[in-house]
């Protein structure tokens, strides 16, 4: 309905990010009743604060490639260009 997972909308409500719902608990389970207004105020945090697509933000790419483990272990045999 949103566009975000159950785990993601969990802790959005466990950290307080969005209101809590009203809840009806009954026969030993909680049912949180959502309202068109609760439901608005999610899509709008999720607008502001939730980024499209799947994961992080990813970091730009360095022009440099990263050395390999071995290289930053071990100096070349000429000595360091430092």
Known sequence: MVGIGKRTLL???YEKKVAEPKRLTGGGQDI???TERDVKRIRQYKEGNYRKGR???KKEMSPFPKPTEW?????PPWGSAK
């Open 71 to 75: 290289e930053s272990v071990h100096e």
């Open 32 to 34: 949180r009743l959502w």
């Open 55 to 57: 994961g992080r933000k």
């Open 11 to 13: 802790r959005w409500l």
